[in-house]
Every structure is written in structure tokens, then in C-alpha cells.
């Protein structure tokens, strides 16, 4: 029999034991769509080291930017890998705030964050749900989902937000990259933002933080700068680069602490030319 826990927005072949990196980084983001499960790691996390939920919010402001950016210079049409749950701030609701005509889709491998997504965007024939695995750069590109709304003529800017720190390096984030960038036509753009640090930047605090989470939910790979760049070949980075994700034009003096020159994350946006 079905748990009367289950909410109506959960699938029936969901796992309500298991965590996902999806619903975490829901609850933290201060959403509703999360399990006991989830909130479970996700305080766990938080209780050895609070400034986890301080990053997953940067990462989302840097989401939010990097739309923006990217609507500024003439983008109408957005790929966004790895997209989560939708919390208020969304791709869509952005780029369609700027121009109603504006179109996303959005690829995530998590059934509960498809099924909401799927929930909350009827209607709104300008936006699409994938479910599949975005490693896989030809199936996504060949999709239904993005063939019939995305235009391969024009422009796209493609989101990478906290996804690639999830992908170890022996299954080659820098070619997964790759291959969604020889597909996109110039004048395309690509935002990433990744966990990472310099060498004198690690807090020993963090190896219990990240031990809790490797094992309640995902490996997690932690990159350099320089990593991170390399991430860009076949782009040009503008200004500022990859950068610490506070850094990275900030939308005003207060979003800048004393902290942000060692904040362990980077962003960066980068043009196909």
C-alpha cells in the first residue's frame, strides 16, 4: 500500500527513503518539495558547516545573473542542464519576464524534479521537461523536447549551475562540455558554476561536511580555478572570467563580503564565437 505520506506531487515509483542531490538542494533553498529523508542530510550538512546553505544560494544568484547576462546580449532560447527542483527565480520565469516569446528547456535526471517541473509548467507551451541522464550531450540534443522548441539556427545560452562538481573526472567533464559545445552555433553562450578552491583555502572543518554528503547523497568533486577554466575551451570567458561566484558581477556593493575572495565556488560565463 502506498504511505499516506506521499504528497500528490510525488511519482509513485519514488524512493521516499532515499536522498537526491535535488531535493536537498530544494530544501535548502527554502522549498517545499523535499522528503524527511533529504532534510535529514541537508541539516546534517548544515550542522557541521552552516555556510553550505550561504553557497547554494550563491549559486543560485549567480544563476539568476548569468540569465540575465545572457538576455542582455540578445539570448531568447536556453538549455539548462541539471535544472532541479523549480524554486522561485526559475530560467523561465526570468528570460520570459524580460520577453514572453522566451523559450527553455529544462534536463534534470531526477523523477520528482521532472514530475513538478512537468506539474507547474502546463500550459506554458514555451517551455519543455526532459528526464534523461545530461552526460549524455547527443541524446539530450536529439530529443523531442529539444528539437521541437529549441532553433540550432540561433543562439542558445546553455546553464551548467552546480552540475559538474557531481562529475568525477574519469567521466570527463571537459568532453561532456565538449559535446554540447560543438553542437550549439556561435554565438551561443555557456554559464558554469562549480564547487571548488584554491590550496590555502581549504577549512579542515569542511572533510566531515563532505564526508556526510558523499555518502548520504553524491561524490562531490571539488576543482581548482584553473579546472574550472579549462572547462571554457572553444569559448571566450568575459569579463571577469571564472571567478569566485560572489565576484562575478555582482548586482551591487552588499552582495560582496569579506569573504567572497575566498568563496569555494567559482562561476564563469564564456561566448562561442
Same mark, same amino acid.
Given at each position: 500500500m502506498e504511505s499516506v505520506d506521499r504528497p500528490n506531487w510525488a511519482p509513485g515509483d519514488i524512493d521516499l527513503a532515499r536522498p537526491s542531490i535535488a531535493r536537498v538542494y530544494d530544501y535548502w533553498l527554502g522549498g517545499a518539495h523535499n522528503f524527511a529523508v533529504d532534510r535529514a542530510v541537508a541539516d546534517k550538512v548544515l550542522g557541521d558547516v552552516? /555556510?553550505?546553505?550561504?553557497i547554494v544560494?550563491?549559486?543560485?544568484?549567480?544563476?539568476?545573473?548569468?540569465?540575465?547576462?545572457m538576455l542582455s546580449r540578445g539570448i531568447r532560447q536556453f538549455l539548462d542542464l541539471g535544472s532541479g527542483i523549480p524554486t522561485v527565480g526559475n530560467v523561465h520565469e526570468i528570460a520570459q519576464a524580460t520577453d514572453p516569446s522566451a523559450r527553455v528547456v529544462y534536463v534534470d535526471m531526477d523523477a520528482v524534479a521532472v514530475a513538478h517541473s512537468r506539474a507547474i509548467l502546463t500550459g506554458n507551451e514555451l517551455v519543455n521537461v526532459l528526464q534523461t541522464d545530461v552526460r549524455d550531450a547527443k541524446q539530450v540534443l536529439a530529443s523531442p523536447e529539444v528539437q521541437g522548441l529549441l532553433d540550432f539556427d540561433e543562439p542558445i545560452g546553455v546553464l551548467m549551475i552546480a552540475l559538474l562538481?557531481? /562529475?568525477p573526472d574519469a567521466e570527463d567533464p571537459r568532453g561532456i562540455v565538449g559535446d554540447y559545445r560543438d553542437a550549439l552555433p556561435d554565438g551561443s553562450y555557456l554559464a558554469i558554476s562549480h564547487a571548488g578552491f584554491e590550496e590555502d583555502d581549504w577549512d579542515p572543518a569542511w572533510d566531515d561536511a563532505r564526508g556526510v554528503y558523499n555518502r548520504?547523497?553524491?561524490?562531490?568533486?571539488?576543482?581548482r580555478q584553473h579546472e574550472i577554466e579549462g572547462m571554457f575551451d572553444g569559448f571566450d570567458l568575459v569579463e571577469p572570467g571564472v571567478a569566485?561566484?560572489?565576484?562575478?558581477r555582482p548586482e551591487s556593493p552588499e552582495d560582496v563580503d569579506e569573504g567572497a575572495a575566498r568563496f569555494i565556488s567559482f562561476g564563469g560565463v564564456g561566448r562561442k564565437a
Open positions: 552552516p /555556510v553550505i546553505k550561504s544560494l550563491n549559486h543560485r544568484a549567480f544563476l539568476r545573473r548569468a540569465v540575465r547576462f562538481h557531481f /562529475v548520504g547523497v553524491s561524490e562531490m568533486c571539488f576543482r569566485r561566484l560572489p565576484l562575478w
